[in-house]
Structure formats: C-alpha cells, structure tokens
C-alpha cells in the first residue's frame, strides 16, 4: 500500500536553512504537500507541488521533489524561532482527477529553532 | 481565507458515554470532509471520508458502528465516538475539501483531544 516516511526531529539554530525530507511509495501520486502543525493547532497547508514539477520556490519555502527516487524536501531559508512545529508532507493516493482527496500522511517532522 | 471551525477543542469523557465533535466550513461550502485520528508522536491516519448526503467511507480498521459520521449539510459534518474507552483518546482533526477544484486543497479544523477516564 501507500507509504510515506519523514525523520523525526530536526534542529537547527535561527538564520540557517532546514532541509526536511520524505520519501513516497505511490507512484501515481499527482500532488504532494506539505502541512505545517503548531502545537494544539489544526493543519496549515503551506505548499503543494504537482507531480510534474521538479522545484516550487514560494518565499523562504522550496519544494525539490525527485520523481524517480520518489523523494521530496522542504527548505526553509533563514529559519525562525517561529517556524518551530511539526512538518507533515503528504501526497495523493488517487489518481490524477483526485476527486476522492485521500491524502496520505508522513509521521511529521518536528523542526526545533534554536535561538 | 477559507476557514473551518472544530467543536470541541478538548473535550474529557467517562468510559461508556458518547462524544460528539462538530466540524463546520464557516465561509464555503464542502462537499467532502475527512476526519483523520492523531495519536501522540504519529501521523494523522484517515478515519473516513464524508460526502453531503451520503453515507461516510470508512477506511480499513475502523469500525463505522463505533465512529459515527453525518454530513448533512454542505457546512456541517460531525463525527460521534459511540461508547467511548480510554483506548479511543486521541486528537481527532477534521479537514474539508472547499469546491471540487482540480488542484486538491484542503482546510483543516483546529482538532479536539479527546481523553476518556
């Protein structure tokens, strides 16, 4: 079945850029995002990028994904104390019209912003 | 901004009785809305799928008789936990699907952590 798997932790210090990386089984998989989770907080949806792109720039926010090795990253440029949460990627389970919008979750990576 | 609401945000329960946890779409409609279970340091696991009108589609393992969903309006879906025990305490999180736009996005509530005595 589908899988998807992120580490666990990551910790940087304030100013310098966080790499959070995933990793997907479905090879159908059309989209694929990344939610941001702050603590007691529902879901933040902060980027996407369809699966025919190789990069997404969106401010301090770039999305690589490898559609061959089934692997996509988050990069936060200068990263803040703020940016501290959890990061979720999750990617599509259905096809390319996803009408049923099933989204299949990683673990959640827990970014730690040391001043 | 499209926003949904979630109620209760936490909510404290004695073993054998019911919760409800309402998930609202304030300013669109949602024709679908997914209900996912968070346990402590692990992902979200989809529960079900609610579609406005029709019956719920339950993922595999969960027990539809126990976990309850109606969506009977197009900004309303609510999600009962029948008979609750403490193994059922977990943070239950809604997200609705705004339109039937090509390009997926979806709207999550805030959660409710749910503890059973």
């Known amino acids: 079945g589908e899988d998807v798997e992120q580490s666990l932790f990551l910790s940087v210090r304030e100013g310098d850029s966080s790499v959070i990386n995933c990793t997907y089984t479905?090879?159908?998989?059309?989209?694929l995002y990344w939610y941001k989770q702050e603590p007691g907080a529902g879901l933040q949806l902060l980027t996407y990028?369809?699966?025919?792109?190789d990069m997404k720039q969106d401010q301090r926010l770039t999305v690589l994904l490898n559609k061959k090795d089934k692997h996509l990253s988050l990069r936060i440029a200068d990263t803040q104390t703020g940016d501290s949460a959890i990061y979720f990627c999750?990617?599509?389970?259905?096809?390319?019209?996803?009408?049923?919008?099933?989204?299949?979750f990683g673990q959640g990576t827990e970014l730690s912003v040391k001043p | 901004g499209a926003v949904v609401s979630q109620h209760p945000s936490w909510v404290i329960c004695k073993s054998g009785t019911s919760v409800k946890i309402e998930c609202r779409s304030l300013?669109?409609?949602?024709?679908?809305m997914f209900w996912y279970r968070q346990f402590p340091k692990q992902s979200l696991m989809l529960m079900a799928t609610?579609?406005?009108?029709?019956?719920?589609?339950?993922e595999q393992g969960v027990e539809k008789d126990k976990f309850l969903i109606n969506h009977a309006s197009l900004t309303l879906s609510t999600l009962t936990v029948t008979s609750a025990h403490p193994e059922d305490s977990s943070f239950y999180i809604c997200?609705?699907?705004?339109?039937?736009?090509?390009?997926?996005?979806?709207?999550f509530g805030s959660g409710t952590q749910l503890s059973v005595l």
């Open positions: 990028i369809f699966s025919n792109m």
């Open positions: 300013d669109f409609q949602a024709t679908t």
């Open positions: 609610s579609n406005e009108g029709s019956k719920a589609t339950y």
């Open positions: 479905d090879s159908s998989s059309t989209y």
């Open positions: 997200s609705a699907r705004k339109g039937r736009q090509y390009n997926e996005k979806l709207f």
């Open positions: 999750a990617e599509s389970g259905y096809g390319i019209y996803n009408q049923g919008g099933k989204l299949i």
